[in-house]
């Protein structure tokens, strides 16, 4: 299936920074999705967004619906060492129950 | 709260082996599915379930089938195991309506030698 382009692929960061990713698509999506992964763990939710323009926010974590419905930012504040993991993207299009992921943003946070 | 469970974290098997994996939600999810992962290929989809007894195929079904005899349970099944499957497998349900959010269980570690 299509891949959503998510970028960066990595990052390595200082703790206390702020830290941004995001996922574009040539096509259209009704729903975006944020992810993390711990090593060795499934993906846990973090963010869900429903409507194009849509803020939302978690914690330290806020998630963006682009207003075109192509894509998706996710920005992190004060970053601390446990925000260490892979985070995902993933859309869904305009019908149906099937998913589709990024490849993954790999974070890094040095203390 | 949310709850998957997979049978297993790390199974290793032989080549040949028949594999049965096994996913149990507690959500009263209509929808399930089976996924796999690698890295570089990210998460890809084997097959899903929108209700009991119901399947679709996802992007990779070959030499894998499913099994949804209840409702909160969902089998993937490696009929005959090769070392190309060694991967980690992902279930994940998600109910039916607005809210489309699909929730993982910890995930399956698996070893075809």
């Known amino acids: 299936g299509q891949q959503l382009n998510q970028s960066p692929q990595s990052m390595f960061i200082q703790e206390g920074e702020d830290v941004s990713m995001n996922c574009t698509s040539s096509s259209i999506f009704n729903t975006w999705l944020w992810y993390k992964q711990d090593p060795g763990e499934g993906p846990v939710l973090l963010i869900a967004?429903?409507?194009?323009?849509e803020l939302t926010s978690n914690g330290r974590l806020t998630a963006q619906f682009g207003i075109t419905r192509k894509d998706s930012f996710l920005n992190i504040s004060a970053s601390i060492p446990s925000d260490v993991g892979i985070y995902f993207c993933?859309?869904?299009?305009?019908?149906?129950?099937?998913?589709?992921f990024g490849e993954g943003t790999q974070l890094t946070v040095n203390p | 709260d949310v709850k998957v469970t997979q049978s297993s974290r790390y199974l290793v098997k032989r080549t040949g082996e028949k594999v049965f994996l096994e996913c149990v939600q507690d959500?009263?999810?209509?929808?399930m599915f089976w996924y796999r992962q690698d890295p570089g290929l990210g998460l890809r989809l084997i097959y899903f379930?929108?209700?009991?007894?119901?399947?679709e195929k996802g992007d990779i079904p070959e030499g894998y089938s499913v099994s949804r005899e209840k409702k909160e349970r969902f089998s993937l099944i490696l009929e005959s195991a090769s070392t190309n499957q060694t991967s980690m497998y992902l279930c994940?349900?998600?109910?039916?309506?607005?809210?489309?959010?699909?929730?993982f269980g910890p995930g399956t570690r698996l070893t075809v030698t």
């Open positions: 379930s929108y209700d009991v007894k119901m399947k």
């Open positions: 994940a349900s998600m109910g039916s309506g607005r809210a489309y959010e699909q929730y």
């Open positions: 967004l429903y409507k194009a323009g």
């Open positions: 959500m009263d999810h209509e929808n």
């Open positions: 993933a859309g869904r299009r305009t019908s149906g129950s099937r998913l589709t």
